[in-house]
T-cell receptor, first 111, second 113 residues
């Protein structure tokens, strides 16, 4: 069975701190895709990144970076120098022939 | 591009009434997804379509829920009869592929009294 676990329900940091959101997944498939989505307080869901299972290169986009490690079945998301606008719920998702979203991590960045 | 369009944005109805939620996907996207989000259960995939054909409806909670996609530019999610526990935000999303980036609509906030 496929599963996505975001063990951190809520995280609170102070602005400019670095923060890592964990995502651990389970699948028996060798081909799959991993995603991160952001849901700010306004409610819409916004795509952040997609990774396929054959591409373990880490990715950096501005203050955002993602660490994909197949050996530990993890796809963690780090925000460097967090800002108040980063406050949102972040979802990790696994897709192959099925789709599973994690429960989400609510990040609060305080000024 | 207008993005994914959902209507209505808010719906308040009484228990037992029929509710119809509407979605217009992004033109050219072959996949359409319906999700439900609640505090208790988080984000749940209800059903998705590929080229207007329902592929996986295992997330549909019960027979009171039905979804259709009569053409590439329109889909409906119907609840009949509605119950208070159906209160949630319902999102529609579209994507060029199953594993592609999904574009979400703004959601419909449903309240069943």
């Amino acid at each position: 069975a496929q599963k996505v676990t975001q063990a951190q329900t809520e995280i609170s940091v102070v602005e400019k701190e670095d923060v890592t959101l964990d995502c651990v997944y389970e699948t028996r498939d060798t081909t799959y895709y991993l995603f991160w989505y952001k849901q700010p307080p306004s409610g819409e869901l916004v795509f952040l990144i997609r990774r396929n299972s054959f591409d373990e290169q880490n990715e950096i986009s501005g203050r955002y970076s993602w660490n994909f490690q197949k050996s530990t079945s993890s796809f963690n998301f780090t925000i460097t120098a967090s800002q108040v606008v980063d406050s949102a719920v972040y979802f990790c998702a696994l897709v192959n022939n099925d789709m599973r979203f994690g429960a989400g991590t609510r990040l609060t960045v305080k000024p | 591009d207008a993005g994914v369009i959902q209507s209505p944005r808010h719906e308040v109805t009484e228990m037992g009434q029929e509710v119809t939620l509407r979605c217009k996907p992004i033109s050219g996207h072959d996949y359409l997804f319906w999700y439900r989000q609640t505090m208790m259960r988080g984000l749940e995939l209800l059903i998705y379509f590929n080229n207007n054909v329902p592929i996986d409806d295992s997330g549909m909670p019960e027979d009171r829920f039905s979804a259709k996609m009569p053409n590439a530019s329109f889909s409906t999610l119907k609840i009949q009869p509605s119950e208070p526990r159906d209160s949630a935000v319902y999102f529609c999303a579209s994507s060029p592929g199953l594993a592609g980036k999904q574009f979400f609509g703004p959601g419909t906030r449903l309240t069943v009294l």
